[in-house]
């Protein structure tokens, strides 16, 4: 299975704050990489889906970036309801596989 | 716009089958452009995708290496919906249960993401 690893773990940010988020394959998945947010008690959901497509109703101050094994998730400027835990999965090989991920706090 | 309902009970006992279904609107499960997912999400596994159910001129389904042995995903078109059954359950298999389609955004089977998801069933086994 591809393992995706996420760093940081977790961060400290400010609203207005711009925040990077990494994700790397354990191996080369072109551009096959979505990423989810998910608040406590609730279900995932996708924010990026084939590393830079924005889905349908998220705010522009997400970006996605990266191919082959080191992706990127960009928020430019924190806003309240994004603190949250993000995630990143890859879909280039099954099974699809998540990282851990990356939990930002105020 | 599409949305899943899950259904099903909150508790197994060990050893015993836990059974979930997730009931489709505003879409088809026997649509050649998707494919019904089962997910789970545990403090200890993270997010763990466990198999699909999806049509392309006749049912197919894959499932995680992991769970393999013990799990069944079915279809129901009569119904609209898809099914999770998953047996001989221990403590270990305890987790918040997420049914999830899958809509193919380009050609290929990879370009695939969870773009739509229940609302999550915590199931306890004890």
Known sequence: ?106 | QVQLQQSGPGLVKPSQTLSLTCAISEDSVSSNGAAWNWIRQSPSRGLEWLGRTYYRSKWYNDYAVSVKSRITINPDTSKNQFSLQLNSVTPEDTAVYYCAASHYYGSGTASASFDIWGQGTMVTVS
């Open chain 1, 1 to 106: 299975d591809i393992q995706m690893t996420q760093s940081p773990s977790s961060l400290s940010a400010s609203v207005g704050d711009r925040v990077t988020i990494t994700c790397r394959a354990s191996q080369s998945i072109t551009r096959y990489l979505n990423w989810y947010y998910q608040k406590p008690g609730k279900a995932p959901k996708l924010l990026i889906y084939g590393a830079s497509r924005l889905q349908s109703g998220v705010p522009s101050r997400f970006s996605g970036s990266g191919s082959g094994t080191d992706f990127t998730l960009t928020i430019s400027s924190l806003q309240p309801e994004d603190f949250a835990t993000y995630y990143c999965q890859q879909s280039d090989s099954a099974p699809a596989t998540f990282g851990q991920g990356t939990k930002v706090e105020i």
